[in-house]
């Protein structure tokens, strides 16, 4: 296993899909426009890193650690974040692809979601306690016994979140979305 350490560098336009970087940690690193997809990451550590227009799609999270870092612009389609070190993790979102990835029981009271598409993402008993998760799309997003107490849903869409199955006290949402809590009724609400 590869144990290279890589500290305060910017790496723009490397393409490691369908390679190992496995072991690697890379601290105070920005990474622009690189390809991770079908990248195995595991074990990998970024710390205060900051990553812009990457593609991460079906990429291995095994044991990855995300410490303070930041991800605006990328292609995350499939990502099993719920496999990741949940040792500090912590990672913000701006403008990304989260489509079909996976919270699945995680802590993310440090993380927050930003203008990003979330569709049929998996928020299943996960912690999301005073998140932000603004103009996102949640279109088929799962949230079973999920934890969104103080949470900020304002301009999200196509969310459905059962108030009798997660903890909402303190979330603030926005109209007209918040019809989003009543889906499972099967009511129609007119203007």
Do not use: W
């Not at 650690?65 to 995350?76: I, N, Y």
Request: aromatic share 12%; charged share 20%; proline share 1%.
């Amino acid at each position: 296993m590869n144990q290279e350490y890589i500290e305060e560098e910017t790496i723009e336009n490397k393409d490691f899909s369908n390679q190992s970087i496995a072991g690697r940690t890379y601290e105070y690193c920005t990474f622009k426009n690189c390809n991770f997809s079908n990248t195995d990451l595991s074990d990998c550590h970024f710390i205060e890193t900051e990553f812009i227009g990457c593609n991460f799609s079906n990429a291995n999270l095994s044991q990855t650690s995300f410490q303070d870092v930041r991800c605006s612009q990328c292609k995350m389609l499939g990502l099993h974040f719920d496999q990741c070190n949940a040792f500090s993790f912590s990672i913000s979102f701006d403008q990304c692809q989260l489509n079909h990835s996976s919270f699945y029981q995680m802590k993310l009271n440090r993380s927050s979601f930003l203008n990003s598409q979330l569709e049929g993402v998996d928020f299943t008993e996960t912690e999301l306690k005073k998140v932000m998760l603004k103009q996102c799309n949640l279109l088929n997003a799962t949230f079973d016994n999920t934890n969104l107490e103080g949470a900020d849903l304002t301009q999200s869409t196509n969310y459905a979140i059962d108030p009798e199955r997660n903890k909402i006290k303190g979330a603030k949402f926005s109209l007209p979305e918040i019809v989003g809590l009543l889906t499972k009724y099967g009511i129609q609400i007119e203007k």
